[in-house]
């Protein structure tokens, strides 16, 4: 990998660490790298994690209800067993990220639709959660109530065939024009919220590949976690503006990193 595509994608995997409220340190950063110029392979540094951490399989019974948390917890079914929400947090977070690294050096070769968001969210958890890649089938709520489960089929149809239609925004020119119609599309897909879990992740996962793949670039080197998160909750009311503002400020052409 090119030393500036490389930068590119630690910048990405460092906001994605910091915004979780963790420490980018550098025995990451040498994990990261490593996939990411392909030295370690995902699924040997997934093994590697499961065995320095004492992780077994073996109580995973197959019979729980995949789509539930395990009664008097809030921690979701998960292969390993796992009942204590700090612990399951935390591998959570670095298995996602190891096949995020995995992601970022070879992308899904598939057109920016609802089954591509389906598919990462199916490789970040997919070594976790039987529920993963899974359309949730009970109701949502954090910041604002999400869209109805009823709904996140049909809704998703509409906007990903709008997205197609929209040549999955390639072609636009304009980088205001680029920024308004990405600050839409993220806001919307935040909005379906389609899974129990790991929207934010998959989410931003997928528009970051779609930009690139649209020829722009988003800085999250210098992207601040906190306003990003308040930005995607006010267009969860269907106010993108806060959104625009910080999209304005981290997206450039990617020819322009190039000169």
Not at 47 to 56: E, G, N
Not at 199 to 222: D, E, H
Request: glycine share 6%; net charge negative.
């Amino acid at each position: 990998m090119k030393n500036d595509r490389l930068d590119i994608s630690l910048d990405y995997m460092r906001f994605t660490i910091e915004a979780d409220g963790e420490s980018f340190t550098e025995k990451l950063e040498d994990t990261f790298t490593s996939i990411l110029e392909g030295d370690l392979s995902a699924d040997k540094a997934v093994a590697s994690y499961i065995r320095s951490s004492s992780l077994s399989t073996e109580e995973f019974s197959g019979s729980e209800d995949e789509m539930s948390s395990y009664p008097g917890t809030r921690c979701l079914v998960n292969y390993f067993g796992i009942k204590e929400k700090p612990k399951l947090r935390s591998v959570d977070k670095m298995i996602s990220s190891i096949r995020t690294a995995e992601l970022l050096r070879k992308p899904l070769d598939m057109p920016f639709s609802f089954e591509h968001l389906v598919a990462i969210h199916s490789h970040l958890f997919g070594d976790i959660y039987p529920s993963a890649g899974m359309i949730r089938t009970s109701s949502s709520k954090k910041h604002r109530e999400y869209c109805q489960p009823d709904y996140i089929i049909p809704s998703a149809e509409k906007l990903f065939d709008n997205l197609r239609n929209s040549r999955y925004l390639r072609g636009i020119d304009d980088l205001d024009d680029f920024v308004n119609e990405l600050a839409y599309y993220m806001g919307e897909v935040e909005a379906l919220h389609p899974f129990l879990d790991g929207n934010g992740r998959t989410t931003r996962l997928f528009f970051n590949l779609l930009s690139l793949s649209a020829g722009y670039l988003i800085g999250w080197g210098s992207a601040d976690p906190d306003h990003f998160l308040e930005a995607n909750v006010a267009a969860l009311d269907g106010d993108y503006q806060a959104l625009i503002d910080v999209l304005e400020e981290i997206v450039i052409p990617v020819s322009e990193r190039e000169e």
